[in-house]
């Protein structure tokens, strides 16, 4: 089982809709999460950390689920700017080693 | 700017050749990263420095990679006798110090062409 995992989409969604991806990990010792962006042929950025309690950035929202093993985020009224590829990053709690996910890939349409 | 700079941009050898990539990172971080980043794929994880030492080099594919980070700062990405499958776009990112879930900081990515 791969320790991060995504449904790499794409998810085609139209102007103003909401969307949610969601990401599972493996090693349930993991505390660090987080969500990256990455436009096409371009380095990824932070897009914001998940907290256990759950954080919210605008239109972003990212929320932790342990029990589960998943973290998710909430995307609302998308922006034809918001079309990238969104990366889920789990640290590995003994290593300290970033790992990211596949990307889900995300496409705003006019 | 002061961000992470990598060095070549893009790189085309030949299979066999041996390749060096550079990454000056953000002065003052003490942890660096290596990934490697294959077209539709995430960054996969090659090797992360702490200071001049290797913290973790688990994603290192095979015994003709090797990283080096002498001084703890400038890091270099070797590549002894290149495959086709090497072909990839390499990343390095660092931190301000690592393990305590701080942003990474990436450079721009060194694409590598293996004809």
């Known amino acids: 089982r791969k320790e991060v995992e995504q449904d790499p989409g794409p998810f085609n969604v139209p102007e103003g809709a909401t969307v949610a991806f969601n990401c599972t990990y493996s090693n349930s010792a993991s505390q660090s999460f987080f969500w990256y962006r990455q436009d096409c042929r371009k380095e990824p950025k932070l897009l914001m950390s998940v907290y256990s309690s759950g954080n919210e950035d605008g239109r972003f929202t990212a929320q932790l689920n342990r029990a589960s093993q998943y973290i998710s985020l909430l995307i609302r009224d998308s922006k034809l700017s918001d079309s990238a590829t969104y990366l889920c990053?789990?640290?590995?709690?003994?290593?300290?080693?970033?790992?990211f996910g596949t990307g889900t890939r995300l496409k705003v349409l006019a | 700017g002061a961000g992470v700079s990598q060095t070549p941009s893009n790189k085309v050898t030949e299979k066999g050749k041996y390749v060096e990539l550079r990454c000056d990172p953000i002065?003052?971080?003490?942890?660096l990263y290596w990934y490697r980043q294959s077209l539709g794929q995430g960054p996969e994880f090659l090797i992360y420095?702490?200071?001049?030492?290797?913290?973790?080099d688990s994603g290192l594919p095979n015994d003709r990679f090797f990283a080096v980070r002498p001084e703890g700062s400038v890091s270099t990405l070797k590549i002894q006798r290149t495959e086709r499958g090497d072909s990839a776009v390499y990343l390095c990112a660092s931190s301000p110090s690592g393990g305590g879930g701080g942003e990474l900081f990436f450079g721009e990515g060194s694409r590598l062409t293996v004809l």
């Open positions: 420095f702490q200071g001049t030492g290797a913290a973790d």
């Open positions: 990053v789990v640290i590995n709690p003994l290593t300290y080693k970033y790992i």
């Open positions: 002065s003052g971080h003490t942890a």
